[in-house]
T-cell receptor, first 112, second 117 residues
Framework: GQSLEQPSEVTAVEGAIVQINCTYQ??????LSWYQQHDGGAPTFLSY????GLEETGRFSSFLSRSDSYGYLLLQELQMKDSASYFC?????????????FGSGTRLQVQP | GAVVSQHPSRVICKSGTSVKIECRSL??????MFWYRQFPKQSLMLMAT?????????EQGVEKDKFLINHASLTLSTLTVTSAHPEDSSFYIC?????????????FGPGTRLTVT
């Protein structure tokens, strides 16, 4: 079976740092993706971890610990435009489909 | 870049009618396309996976006779919601992945908002 947990809402101020955690239980796990979605828009790919450790892409970083079934997305120097929903998505090998399962999403509100 | 389009972006239909949504990969060949639905402030729920030239694989609980998926070419997949009812009103999003891509590289379309009255 599969399960995913991430916080439902996070609020922070401009310029701050925010960490969004994700714990998962996924059969056939092969990697963890993160997506951003603004209201009414399509998800856009942010980051991916296949191996343990930190991946840095500009202001965004993502971390994975396979042994703990845990990952997080770190957003630095927050900007108002970062207000959006963020989804972690563990990838699973399932009959060769390599489908993604999205978490419930974390709604980030950046305040001035 | 990799661009995926969806048409229409919004559709309003009457209960009992059928609606077809198109998903196109504009600048790459997509061997696999995924269809998701999303209710307000909720997550994306995978409905089905379609591979070009073969039958779609539906997720548990998704009625294959109600949500007809056709992936007739490497750039086009269609989702037809048959005999739509108000509870089918939702945001439908497709994503596409090219054959040579790493598994996490999915490109999402802009979504189609379906309202059934």
């Amino acid at each position: 079976g599969q399960s995913l947990e991430q916080p439902s809402e996070v609020t922070a101020v401009e310029g701050a740092i925010v960490q969004i955690n994700c714990t998962y239980q996924t059969s056939g796990f092969y990697g963890l993706s993160w997506y951003q979605q603004h209201d009414g828009g399509a998800p856009t790919f942010l980051s991916y971890n296949a191996l343990d450790g930190l991946e840095e892409t500009g202001r965004f970083s993502s971390f994975l610990s396979r042994s703990d079934s845990y990952g997080y997305l770190l957003l630095q120097e927050l900007q108002m435009k970062d207000s959006a929903s963020y989804f972690c998505a563990p990838g699973a090998m399932d009959t060769g489909r390599r489908a993604l399962t999205f978490g419930s999403g974390t709604r980030l509100q950046v305040q001035p | 870049g990799a661009v995926v389009s969806q048409h229409p972006s919004r559709v309003i239909c009457k209960s009992g009618t059928s609606v077809k949504i198109e998903c196109r990969s504009l600048d790459f060949q997509a061997t696999t396309m995924f269809w998701y639905r999303q209710f307000p402030k909720q997550s994306l729920m995978l409905m089905a996976t379609s591979n070009e030239g073969s039958k779609a694989t539906y997720e548990q609980g998704v009625e294959k006779d109600k949500f007809l998926i056709n992936h007739a070419s490497l750039t086009l997949s269609t989702l037809t919601v048959t005999s739509a009812h108000p509870e089918d009103s939702s945001f439908y999003i497709c994503s596409a992945r090219r054959a040579s891509a790493r598994s996490y590289e999915q490109y999402f379309g802009p979504g189609t908002r379906l309202t059934v009255t």
